[in-house]
């Protein structure tokens, strides 16, 4: 079989695809591979641009599996007007209660259910094309240099000399009271550091006058 005949048997099933014939074994074949692959492009972008705390590998699965059922359910519903409402109906009684935690996890997921529309009808070019596309974006957008990260700084004294610790952090660093949480004598009060503050600086506040403990906290802050 020479590489033209290869070509127009590929083309053929694709064909079948989009326009909703019946489907061949090939086709299917052809479809859920290039589903697999896509997947698999998405969960190594997912990866290396992830920007969390705590990176989830099931997570990664799941976008995966998102490309293949996605595209399975494609190609069960293309062409057909009774199986696609019937399927509408089916989905509109599952309920998805799986916490998000990070907005881009969103688009991870939507892009997997674009990969396996686009490859369901037989999309090729337009999932292949985007897919690298969004990768080269999301890849770039993590390397782009970002603000540095915000700080929090709880410290818990006893109350009598907050007035003091504040005067102290003053002549440090520019800040602003976040939360106050009085027990008793003592208060925990939470600052939002703008500017980093050097070890120097937290050695100074620990061994001031009434402080109990101090904690450093970094996070990614909205300014």
């Not at 057909?80 to 209660?97: K, P, Q, T």
Request: hydrophobic share 50%; aromatic share 6%; net charge positive.
């Amino acid at each position: 079989m020479n590489d033209s005949t290869v070509k127009e048997y590929i083309a053929s099933n694709i064909d079948i695809l989009s326009t909703g014939g019946s489907i061949t074994m090939a086709a299917i074949v052809i479809s859920l591979m290039s589903s697999l692959v896509a997947g698999l492009l998405i969960a190594w972008v997912y990866r290396k641009a992830f920007q969390g705390v705590l990176y989830q590998k099931s997570y990664a699965a799941a976008i995966v599996m998102t490309c293949l059922v996605t595209t399975m359910v494609i190609m069960v519903i293309s062409g057909n007007l009774v199986l696609s409402l019937g399927m509408v109906g089916a989905l509109s009684i599952i309920r998805f209660r799986a916490a998000i935690k990070d907005p881009l996890d969103i688009v991870y997921m939507f892009w997997a259910v674009g990969v396996g529309l686009a490859n369901g009808v037989g999309y090729f070019q337009v999932s292949i094309i985007a897919s690298v596309f969004i990768a080269l974006v999301m890849i770039m957008a993590k390397s782009l240099p970002t603000k540095a990260r915000a700080q929090l700084l709880v410290v818990k004294l006893h109350e009598s000399h907050k007035t003091t610790l504040d005067g102290l952090l003053s002549q440090m660093t520019k800040h602003n009271v976040k939360s106050q949480n009085h027990t008793g004598n003592t208060v925990e009060v939470v600052y939002e550091i703008l500017e980093t503050l050097s070890s120097e600086s937290i050695n100074k506040i620990s061994s001031a006058k009434e402080v109990i403990s101090v904690r450093l906290i970094n996070y990614t802050g909205n300014r």
